[in-house]
T-cell receptor
Framework: DTAVSQTPKYLVTQMGNDKSIKCEQNLGHDTMYWYKQDSKKFLKIMFSYNNKELIINETVPNRFSPKSPDKAHLNLHINSLELGDSAVYFC???????????FGQGTRLTVV | RKEVEQDPGPFNVPEGATVAFNCTYSNSASQSFFWYRQDCRKEPKLLMSVYSSGNEDGRFTAQLNRASQYISLLIRDSKLSDSATYLCVVNINTNAGKSTFGDGTTLTVKP
């Protein structure tokens, strides 16, 4: 019944590895987002997709590649993980681009 | 200047107190406004939308001042359970429709 679900909830990995985080929403929304929340708790948008089309890419290193196979899914793949990538990554979705967003529970990524 | 700025906090108040948070935004084309609440180690959750005429939901009142480009959140009769970080969110009216979050204000309500 979870509206926006992302997996895994926790991810611990070594520097240099490649990892993916998956996100699915069952709300019928057409816009999905990835946000990063760093250790200082600042929440910054990374990507936004509308109907599978990339709308926003906020100066994120190209090691980060989002993929949206359909409107209900937006996955995040990260290549060559670095220590500075450690953060909580939130997936979110909204009905339209200007309405409120619903967030997943977050993926706590720790790069060691 | 940040696109969305909030009171830095933290706010430490006793139970029953009234507390107000302010948030200013820089882009006059901003169209929609929200307050979110984030508990420790949890995801942000919508607290309330902010309408031009101001709106109230129980102990919470949100107001928007477009001329001065700020929004506010007033919490009356604070409860211990109100302790959280409150995030101001502004949606800009562009094709991108990006939500910009403020850095949050931390509220601690003490017995």
């Amino acid at each position: 019944d979870t509206a926006v679900s992302q997996t895994p909830k926790y991810l611990v990995t070594q520097m240099g590895n490649d990892k993916s985080i998956k996100c699915e929403q069952n709300l019928g929304h057409d816009t999905m987002y990835w946000y990063k929340q760093d250790s200082k708790k600042f929440l910054k948008i990374m990507f936004s997709y509308n109907n599978k089309e990339l709308i926003i890419n906020e100066t994120v290193p190209n090691r980060f590649s989002p993929k949206s196979p359909d409107k209900a899914h937006l996955n995040l793949h990260i290549n060559s993980l670095e220590l500075g990538d450690s953060a909580v990554y939130f997936c979110a979705s909204s009905h339209e681009r200007r309405t409120e967003a619903f967030f997943g529970q977050g993926t706590r990524l720790t790069v060691v | 200047r940040k696109e969305v700025e909030q009171d830095p906090g933290p706010f430490n108040v006793p139970e029953g107190a009234t507390v107000a948070f302010n948030c200013t935004y820089s882009n006059s084309a901003s169209q929609s406004f929200f307050w979110y609440r984030q508990d420790c180690r949890k995801e942000p959750k919508l607290l309330m939308s902010v309408y031009s005429s101001g709106n109230e939901d129980g102990r919470f009142t949100a107001q928007l001042n477009r001329a001065s480009q700020y929004i506010s959140l007033l919490i009356r009769d604070s409860k211990l359970s109100d302790s959280a970080t409150y995030l101001c969110v502004v949606n800009i009216n562009t094709n991108a429709g990006k939500s910009t979050f403020g850095d949050g204000t931390t509220l601690t309500v003490k017995p």
